[in-house]
């Protein structure tokens, strides 16, 4: 009888453990389904920001006619259905906090204002293109309105607060 019990008992084990496997492999699927969505709509919020490169600055503007840093941001997340305020301080405040090392196209950069001494975050702009040691980032510039800078570009990088992700 000990030998039954012990083989009813390993054989549903095995029938557990298998089911299991097939859990886990089915969750990894999807999982991964849901990065290459991710990655993907980042990517097609960075190509629909560059399509505005040129477009003038204006203070507190939020369409073609001219944007301001916040505008900017704002009007290209509202593409993808992802509401935003018209303030970097405030935008700061929405998304999870990324390491510059895991910072990905399509992630908020967050910079103070004019003033390096000031903790107030004052600009926001859009990472397009990151590579180790090199971050580009798009976002409306009261010279030059939408253009791309770079991350260690003396003005930002003395600048630079956090990153946010805001699509997950």
């Not at 993808?80 to 399509?106: C, F, M, R, Y």
Request: include cysteine; glycine fraction near 8%.
């Amino acid at each position: 009888m000990p030998f039954l019990i012990r083989s009813v008992i390993l054989f549903a084990l095995l029938i557990v453990g298998t089911a299991f496997h097939h859990v886990s492999q089915a969750q990894a699927v999807k999982a991964a389904q849901a990065e290459t969505d991710t990655l993907s709509a980042m990517q097609s919020l960075v190509s629909f920001a560059t399509k505005h490169l040129h477009i003038p600055y204006r203070s507190g503007g939020s369409s073609k006619r001219g944007f301001d840093c916040s505008g900017f941001v704002r009007y290209c997340f509202n593409q993808w259905n992802i509401s935003l305020p018209h303030s970097s301080a405030a935008q700061a405040q929405h998304g999870e906090t990324v390491e510059l090392d895991d910072a990905k196209p399509g992630d908020l950069i967050f910079f103070k204002g004019n003033s390096t001494k000031s903790s107030r975050i004052g600009h926001v702009g859009i990472i397009t293109e990151v590579t180790p040691g090199y971050v580009r980032f798009i976002h409306s510039a009261w010279k030059g309105g939408i253009r791309y800078d770079l991350l260690n570009a003396s003005y930002y990088h003395k600048r630079f607060v956090a990153i946010k992700r805001m699509i997950d």
